[in-house]
């Protein structure tokens, strides 16, 4: 690890704002420091670690921050995460995950009881963002599923923001 962590840092103060370049600035500050972690880290397993820890400690409101790894062709196995215990295995055919993962794109979610099929890993949760994760030749490593228990906890700027930091930290997007 290149940098440390600072666990006293407050939290950038753009995390909450209403203005969207507010917004962004903190999720920019994020990546940054997201880098400096995984600098010189080539194993997946510790930058999905490391991610999630850093993610559940800086976006407002997640109560679950987790990689499901692609392990067989349509089988997602939990990964990294932070919260509480979650399901282990999700059929590229269930939930909101394994949406993601078939159609290789972010489901936004506003209203998880609105959503057929979601898998309730946590019965309090409300909302969630599901971001597929590709590595740099394109094929689909993992998705990353952050929860809330606050309905409607999550918008278009933050799966915009995380599509971005998976893209800077898995695939061929900028350090
Ligand atoms: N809600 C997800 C399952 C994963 S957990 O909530 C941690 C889904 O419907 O795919």
């Known amino acids: 690890m290149s940098s440390e962590y600072d666990s006293a840092s407050p939290m950038h103060s753009g995390w909450t704002s209403p203005d969207p370049v507010e917004r962004r ?6 990546a940054v420091e997201l880098a400096a972690l995984l600098a010189g880290e080539d194993d997946a397993i510790a930058r999905m670690a490391t991610t999630a820890a850093l993610l559940f400690q800086r ?31 999700i059929p590229f055919a269930r939930g909101v995950c394994g949406a993601a993962a078939r159609e290789r794109r972010s489901q ?43 309905p409607s906890a999550f ?20 350090a």
């Open 25 to 30: 600035a903190a999720y920019e500050a994020c």
């Open 108 to 150: 936004l979610v506003s209203d998880v009881h609105a959503f057929p099929g979601h898998i309730a890993c946590d019965a309090a949760s409300r909302s969630e963002l599901v971001v597929p994760v590709f590595a740099p030749d394109g094929a689909l490593l993992a998705v990353l599923d952050l929860d809330s228990h606050a």
């Open 59 to 89: 976006v407002p409101r997640v109560s679950f921050v987790g990689f499901y790894r692609v392990v067989s062709p349509e089988l997602l196995v939990v990964g990294p995460y932070q919260g509480p215990p979650a399901c282990l295995r």
């Open 155 to 174: 918008d278009e700027l933050d799966q915009e923001q995380i599509e971005r930091l998976m893209e800077r930290a898995f695939g061929q997007g900028p």
